[in-house]
């Protein structure tokens, strides 16, 4: 298989990848009940800013307990489904070079595009949210194994960012906590 060229990897790159920011979620405040309500809660409180051809979530609330626990935050996924993702416009080349925040010449950086191309075109386009509470218990690791207790909830929380994306190494890059 012949190597495409840094240049051509980019433009390659820059036509499939979506990388849309939803504004009309950013800000927006959020009560979740409990971890396993957490995806539901947040879908219900935000649909009216929410695409229509969205599922129900797909974390697994043990994880979105303990990234609550643990930070003080949510990372949800919501998988978008049908025909009308169209709107989901092409990132172009500069746009590209923002989101990846790339300012200097990288090292092995044709390798980095194929390894991004390839996530690209295996991840389905999916909504993401991150969300951040000003209550945490960051450091008592015995909430992070047994859950938090019952009296914690309600919490609120505030969408700190949304993106429509077919990009989970993006989105981690930008949202790394682990």
């Given amino acids: 298989m012949r190597r495409l060229t840094t240049f051509s990897l980019l433009r390659k790159i820059a036509s499939r990848l979506k990388y849309i920011q939803v504004i009309d979620l950013l800000g927006r405040e959020v ?56 709107w989901a416009t092409r990132t172009y080349t500069e746009d590209l070079r923002k989101i990846l925040e790339i300012d200097d010449p990288i090292e092995h950086v044709d390798e980095l595009l194929e390894i991004l191309l390839e996530d690209i075109e295996e991840t389905p386009i999916t909504l993401r949210l991150y969300l951040s509470t000003d209550r945490c218990w960051r450091a008592n690791l015995h909430y992070i194994q047994k859950g938090l207790p019952n009296n914690y909830w309600p919490l609120t929380f505030i969408v700190q960012d949304a993106r429509i994306t077919n990009s989970s190494l993006i989105w981690s890059h930008h949202h790394f906590y682990l």
């Avoid at 043990?62 to 489904?81: N, P, R």
């Fill in 31 to 86: 009560i979740v009940l409990s971890p396993s309500s957490a995806q539901t809660d947040v879908q219900e409180q935000l649909a009216d800013a929410l695409p229509e051809n969205i599922d129900s979530g797909r974390k697994d609330p043990k994880w979105i307990g303990v990234t609550i626990a643990k930070y003080g935050l949510m990372d949800l996924e919501y998988g978008l489904s049908g025909d009308n993702l169209d």
